[in-house]
Each structure stands twice: as structure tokens, then as C-alpha cells.
């Protein structure tokens, strides 16, 4: 079973950054989107950004100029820069690797702890 680790979550002040990592255990044939959600406590868990296998990326508004994704397909990594944080920001980030049609598989990582404070 394909598992996803993340790392580099952290305690910051607002304005602050901070670098999430995603790497599968194993190979894993041709992810065609690599996800990164986030659950802030007594919510539900939401998209944060998304990139294609063709690099391009997309991003809730909320994290929108803030925040960017990128991946390296050659070993199945994908990363979240995140400048400028926000208290709101706070909760556990999940990378989710996603591949459609033919071989379908979703996996998710356990996630990784961000706290900004005010």
C-alpha cells in the first residue's frame, strides 16, 4: 500500500512561512492530480491548491497569491510554499495524490500540524 508523508509543518507568527512537503513511499504510476487540504478544528476538511500533471495550478481564494504549489513528477513529490501566514491558516495540512480512468487510486497522507499565531 502507497503511503504519502508530509513534513515540514510548524508553529509561526502571522507573516511567517513555511514549506510542506509530500512524498510517496513507492513509485506511483502517473498521478494525474496532487492535492494539498487542509481541516481547521470543528471543520471540514477543504482544497487548499491543486496541481495537474501538466504543472498547472489552482488555488482557493482564500490562500490565493500566498501560497504555491509545485511537484516533481520523476519522484512523486509535491510541495506548498506558504508566505505571508495567517491565523486562519492553522490546521492540519493532507496531501492527497489522485490518478483517474484506467489504474484509479486516491491516496492521503496523515497529515502535518500548521499553527500560526497572532
Known amino acids: 500500500q502507497v503511503q504519502l508523508v508530509e513534513s515540514g509543518g510548524g508553529s509561526v507568527q502571522a507573516g511567517g512561512s513555511l514549506r510542506l512537503s509530500c512524498a510517496a513511499s513507492e513509485t506511483v504510476f502517473a498521478v494525474n492530480v496532487m492535492n494539498w487540504f487542509r481541516q481547521a478544528p470543528g471543520k471540514a476538511r477543504e482544497l487548499v491548491a491543486r496541481i495537474s500533471s501538466y504543472g498547472k495550478a489552482n488555488y482557493a481564494d482564500s490562500v490565493e497569491g500566498r501560497f504555491t504549489i509545485s511537484r516533481v513528477n520523476a519522484n512523486n513529490t509535491v510541495f506548498l510554499q506558504m508566505a505571508s501566514l495567517k491565523p486562519e491558516d492553522t490546521g492540519v495540512y493532507y496531501c492527497?495524490?489522485?490518478?483517474?480512468?484506467?489504474?484509479?487510486?486516491?491516496?492521503w497522507g496523515h497529515g502535518t500540524q500548521v499553527t500560526v499565531s497572532s
Open positions: 492527497n495524490f489522485v490518478r483517474y480512468g484506467n489504474r484509479a487510486f486516491d491516496y
